[in-house]
């Protein structure tokens, strides 16, 4: 996905994700912190782009993701919910406040904590869904 953004104004700084299953059917939600490539603070976010990005994504999943989102349904399109930058700073002053150490911090790839989860979804600005079943 990161080649999908090269083409635009826009760079990931960082990103978690988990499995939504409040929903059905089930999806992966991948949290997305960008950052504008020029100077400008202001992110310009591309919704041909972001959704690009999640097609890509699906496309680079397992043969049997692909086939129970394709064929089976089971498993809803996948998302992208971009958040306001600093919000993973936030992640890790939550994680330190809970006696993670400063020095050894990493950002988890996927997050199961719903003190985490609050800190990303108060700051989600938008959402992009995968709008088209990944091939077989």
């Given at each position: 996905?990161?080649?999908?953004?090269?083409?635009?104004?826009?760079?990931l700084?960082?990103?978690?994700?988990?499995a939504?299953?409040?929903?059905?059917?089930?999806?992966?939600?991948?949290?997305?912190?960008?950052?504008?490539?020029?100077?400008?603070?202001?992110?310009?976010?591309?919704?041909?782009?972001?959704?690009?990005?999640?097609?890509v994504?699906?496309?680079?999943?397992?043969?049997?993701?692909?086939?129970?989102?394709?064929?089976?349904?089971?498993?809803?399109?996948?998302?992208?919910?971009?958040v306001?930058?600093?919000?993973?700073?936030?992640?890790?002053e939550?994680?330190?406040?809970?006696?993670?150490?400063?020095?050894q911090?990493?950002t988890?790839?996927?997050?199961?904590?719903?003190?985490?989860?609050?800190?990303?979804?108060s700051?989600?600005?938008?959402?992009?869904?995968s709008d088209?079943s990944p091939?077989?």
């Amino acid at each position: 996905a990161t080649l999908v953004l090269k083409s635009s104004d826009l760079v990931l700084m960082g990103f978690t994700c988990y499995a939504d299953i409040s929903t059905l059917p089930g999806h992966y939600i991948f949290y997305w912190e960008l950052k504008s490539k020029t100077i400008s603070d202001i992110v310009k976010l591309d919704n041909k782009v972001l959704v690009e990005c999640c097609c890509v994504m699906e496309e680079s999943l397992c043969a049997l993701y692909r086939e129970l989102r394709s064929k089976d349904g089971s498993i809803g399109a996948l998302e992208i919910r971009v958040v306001q930058q600093e919000t993973f700073n936030s992640l890790m002053e939550l994680a330190i406040s809970q006696g993670a150490s400063p020095s050894q911090y990493k950002t988890p790839i996927c997050i199961n904590s719903s003190e985490a989860s609050a800190v990303l979804e108060s700051n989600v600005l938008a959402c992009f869904f995968s709008d088209k079943s990944p091939t077989l």
